[in-house]
């Protein structure tokens, strides 16, 4: 057979598959992919039986368990002040990623022009590239990454569909603050740009710091796609189920590509989730349960010859190594995998010209004594 021509000639593996297999082959610690070490709740592991046991073991309907919408609704008003409607706003996704490509393809067609801000969550550019889209990047500074808003007006043109966002950040562990979104709501204004925001650290942001969610904003709100995750709530990120929230119109197109690529979400996990969230502690703690894993591993990681950057919210804390070595962050990551048993991700890989700054990406959502390990390890380098 003749080979096929590849969509996406540039591509390879994702880094998080590369690193978490890299680090079962060689025993490390695994801080490179982010996810959780501990289990998730007892209770909704028990939620999810009921159900099962209840006979929600067929399809749920195409947009997800209504429960479950309305539950997305409540929380959303309380916490952003956004009104959706669960009929016809909220969608439930096999995950962030899916919602995110999705939400691309449903608005993306081929010429359009995205921002994006690097260094960016690597499932950005290869859907929009897909679409036949073009991918407009903007490189953000360490240790701050702020966005330079001029520049992002300069890259502007009659062509831009959308601006993808992403806060709390990854793999930078910033945050958009109230300056970023005034800039963006003046930029945006009576322009034709949608905004894809990925929130799916919403819940994890520390030092009593507010999430600015579109949702906030109506300006922002009305052309934005919002993408969420469960697993980040729920400490359950292999369920892989997440959410889309869009106005109407946009959640018309965005359903008629999520029909066709997963039809609907497993319907168990759905049931669980809408009983489980009524109570709010499990998301509105928290801030304060990821705080406390990042200020241990801050402090650990004070005692190694890493530097920190700053962290303000997801699961990640980013460390430069310029003082230790001038190797390449993709090899020295393999080399501390290897040689140290701890594994990273090499913050390069978030770069489409795979910009190299020396900084690593660990994550820190473990339990304290892995934490402590990897810092043992980490002190030897
Ligand atoms: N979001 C996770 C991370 O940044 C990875 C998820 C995945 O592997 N697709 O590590």
Redesign the pocket.
Known sequence: MRPVTSKLPQTGT?I??VMSALAAEVGAINL????PDYDCSPHLVHLVNEAMKNGHNQYAPMAGVMQLREQIAYKTEKLYGAKYNPETEITITAGG?QAIFTAISAVIHPNDEVIIFEPA?DCYAPAIKLMGGVVKSLELEPPNYRIAWDMVKRLISNRTKMIILNSPH??TATILHKEDIDKLSAIVKDQDILILSDEVYEHLIYDGETHHSMARYPELQKRSLIVASFGKLCHA?GWKIGYCLAPDWLTQEFRKIHQFIVFSVNTPMQYAIAEYIKNEDVYLDLPQVFQQKRDHFRNGIEQTRFKLLPCHGS?FQSVTYSDITDEKDAEFTIRLAKEFGVAS?PTSAFYNKGIDNHILRF?FAKRQETLDNAVDRLMRV
């Open positions: 994702t998080f598959t490179s992919q982010g996810f990623t969550y990854n793999p990120t699961y991700i994550c």
